[in-house]
């Protein structure tokens, strides 16, 4: 039953078959499934098969038109003693010995390069009319890129991607967080050989995930990598000062630009966390401003801390005040500005590439800050407190 349904279908398309035949002297065969794409240094198959045996016929396949790849003329072939191939193939191509009989005329290179990129064809010379198809090959090298940070200031970071041995062309683009194509000067584009080497630079001003996107839509290839850019705006000195209103001290901490959003605590030398009197933040575009102020009850050292966890950051400032140096009608106000480690630690997943990138920094600020016995604010008040 089955058989006799195949056969008179494919009964029905003969006469269509037979007036394709008439009507010229030659089929040609394009490629009607596209390229056919593979990744450099796999193996490749590339199909040609007419409906009948062809163990005892001639198929050329040929590559440009020109470059001899594989030629077999009844069982004669490359591989058991003809000469004519071209170099560029030596060793690497084989046909299916075993599929012969069904017309199946199909090749497989190894080991492909991307040099074996090109329109090849497949040509059955003898044949009444002659037959060719023509394949596509495109042999891709995708490799990942690679980031670097070529200069860094505390207000931004210059960030460099780089695509080695790329083929065929990629396009090369810097990505924000939220998928917006970043500004980037001309990439430099070196070719050698087919192969692409692209430099791709752009500058970042803000705390973000930032990738590098390699795109061939020849081969449907997106890569990418990843890396993570805190911009130093987080680097927040707290001020520390007194305010007396009301005959009541006031200790102010003021944190400027700092992005992400810290936690700002007052504390006395014993690490206790003072009582908050008020509380200010602003947020402006990705960085706070946080003004703290706590009120003086008694004579200490406090620290006004400054913590960023997400970036590992800690920094404080402190205020030594002494109600016997204050009866003397005097402050001393003593700041110590230590930026203790700014540990950022960043990693990126995408496209299969983990980027880590280790930023560390180590800096020391003292600043000793001394009041005049005679600044009207903060002094009076105290002194009459004594
Ligand atoms: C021809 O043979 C190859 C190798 O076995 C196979 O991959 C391909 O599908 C065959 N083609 C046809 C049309 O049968």
Same mark, same amino acid.
């Given at each position: 039953m089955v058989n006799v349904q195949m056969t008179s279908s494919a009964m029905k398309l003969l006469p269509v078959a037979c007036l394709c035949l008439l009507a010229c002297c030659e089929d040609t065969f394009a490629d009607e499934n596209g390229p056919v794409v593979v990744k450099e240094g796999s193996d490749v198959v590339l199909r040609c098969s007419i409906?009948?045996?062809?163990?005892s016929k001639l198929f050329d396949w040929k590559k440009d038109g020109q470059k001899e790849v594989f030629m077999y003329d009844a069982g004669v072939h490359y591989n058991n003693g003809r000469t004519g191939q071209d170099e560029q193939f030596r060793g690497r191509v084989s046909h299916f010995k075993d599929e012969l009989k069904h017309g199946n005329a199909s090749i497989k290179i190894r *080991?492909?390069?991307?040099?074996?990129?090109g329109d090849y064809s497949c040509d059955f010379p003898r044949l009444q009319p002659r037959k060719r198809f023509n394949i596509k090959l495109v042999v891709g090298a995708a490799p990942e890129p690679s980031i670097k940070i070529l200069d860094e200031t505390k207000d931004w970071s210059l960030l460099q991607c780089v695509v080695r041995d790329a083929s065929p062309q990629p396009k090369v683009e810097w990505k924000d967080s939220s998928g917006n194509i970043l500004p980037a000067v001309e990439p430099l584009i070196i070719e050698r050989g087919g192969r692409f080497y692209i430099t791709l630079n752009t500058t970042v001003t803000k705390t973000d995930h930032y990738s590098c996107v390699v795109t061939q839509e020849e081969i449907g290839h997106q890569t990418d990598a990843e890396t993570y850019v805190h911009? *130093?705006?987080?680097a927040s000195e707290p001020s520390v000062t007194t305010i007396k209103t009301d005959g009541v001290t006031v200790l102010q901490c003021v944190v400027k630009g700092a992005s992400p959003k810290p936690k700002v605590e007052w504390k006395d030398s014993s690490g206790n966390i003072l009582p908050v009197k008020d509380l200010k933040e602003t947020e402006r575009g990705d960085s706070y401003d946080i003004v703290l102020q706590t009120t003086l009850t008694k004579t200490d050292n406090f620290r006004c801390v400054v913590t960023q966890e997400e970036i590992n950051h800690q920094i404080y400032a402190e205020i030594d005040l002494n109600i016997n140096g204050l009866s003397a009608?005097?402050?001393?106000?003593f700041v110590v500005l230590s930026l203790l480690l700014v540990v950022a630690i960043v990693g990126g997943v995408g496209g299969g590439l983990y980027i880590k990138h280790l930023k560390k920094e180590n800096r020391e600020k003292y600043e000793e800050k001394r009041e005049p016995?005679?600044?009207?604010?903060?002094s009076t008040s105290l002194k009459e407190s004594s």
């Open positions: 409906d009948i045996n062809v163990e *080991n492909t390069k991307v040099a074996d990129s911009i *130093n705006g987080a009608g005097a402050i001393a106000g016995q005679t600044e009207p604010d903060s």
